[in-house]
Every structure is written in structure tokens, then in C-alpha cells.
């Protein structure tokens, strides 16, 4: 076992982010447009993929729009949801009893704490919760696996985990 380099780090996350995204849409179109009105329909499936690929950008529009009192519900609740989803997403696996995202199983990494045991369910959570809000900083927080000696991105640093490669 050792650290997991940033390359490996970077695929896993380009994999789950392709899996959340799959997720994410489909319940879109199973269980909110359904309910919505006709002249969002068309557009809606676009709306989450921006908001999933350009968070910083949603969040910044919904501080214009409260600012201006114009603001769309529909862009609170998509954006919303769209967080909602990714920590759940992160959450979820790693809790599950393969304790890794699918990006993670596929390349073989594990999280663990820095002493190398199990993370707990306040630590998992927290570092699921810390990982979502580090991509409204356009993952910069991650680069700091360049220049830690466990290879730990910020979200790591602050729960005490790191990224183990079983491969």
C-alpha cells in the first residue's frame, strides 16, 4: 500500500464525476421534470449540467439575483440539489461496505485516517461535505496533494485522511 499519486487521484475523479452526472440526470428526468412547468423542459437537463460543471459560476448568479430580487427558484433548487447529490454521492459509497466511490474501486484507491484505520461516519461525512465545496473553488484546495508528504488534498488535511492505492 502506498499514497496515491495525483494522477490516479485526478482519473478517479473525472470517472465518479461522470457517474454523478448519470445519476443526477436521471433523477432529473424521472422525478422533477415531471412536475415542472412546460417552458423549463427544454432547457432544465442543460441547466444541470452547467451547474455540475460550472458550480462557482451558478453560486455567484444566485447572489446577483438575491441581490437584485430577481431571483429564479428553480436555479436555487437545481443548484441545491445538484450539491445535495454530490456529497450524498461521496457519502453514500464510501459508507457503503466496498468503501470507495466507483471512481475509487476502479482504480484501487481507499480512504483511510493518516493512522491508517477505518474513517468514521463524522469524518466521512465531513470530508464528503469539504471535497463538493472545494469544486466551487475550482479544485484548487486539491493541488495541495502536490506538496504534502501523505499527498493529501485540503479536504484530507482538515478530516486527517489520505488516499491509499491497493494497486
Not at 433548487?77 to 475509487?104: D, M, N, Q, R
Not at 493541488?143 to 491497493?166: G, M
Request: charged share 15%.
Amino acid at each position: 500500500m502506498s499514497k496515491s499519486t495525483f494522477i490516479r487521484r485526478f482519473i478517479a475523479g473525472i470517472i465518479d464525476a461522470f457517474f454523478l452526472l448519470i445519476i443526477i440526470i436521471v433523477f432529473t428526468v424521472a422525478v422533477i421534470l415531471p412536475q415542472m412547468d412546460k417552458s423549463y423542459i427544454q432547457y432544465y437537463p442543460w441547466i444541470i449540467i452547467q451547474i455540475f460543471f460550472y458550480p462557482l459560476i451558478y453560486l455567484l448568479n444566485i447572489i446577483y439575483a438575491i441581490s437584485n430580487n430577481s431571483l429564479d427558484i428553480l436555479l436555487v433548487y437545481s443548484s441545491l440539489g445538484v450539491f445535495l447529490a454530490e456529497v450524498l454521492y461521496y457519502f453514500i459509497f464510501e459508507l457503503l461496505p466496498i468503501k470507495a466511490t466507483i471512481g475509487h474501486k476502479l482504480l484501487g484507491l481507499t480512504i483511510l485516517d493518516v493512522e491508517l484505520k477505518q474513517l468514521s461516519i463524522k469524518q466521512l461525512f465531513l470530508r464528503s461535505l469539504l471535497k463538493t465545496v472545494t469544486r466551487y473553488f475550482f479544485c484548487i484546495p486539491m493541488i495541495t496533494i502536490l506538496f504534502t508528504k501523505n499527498r493529501q488534498a485540503l479536504h484530507d488535511i482538515i478530516v486527517n485522511s489520505v488516499v491509499i492505492s491497493q494497486k
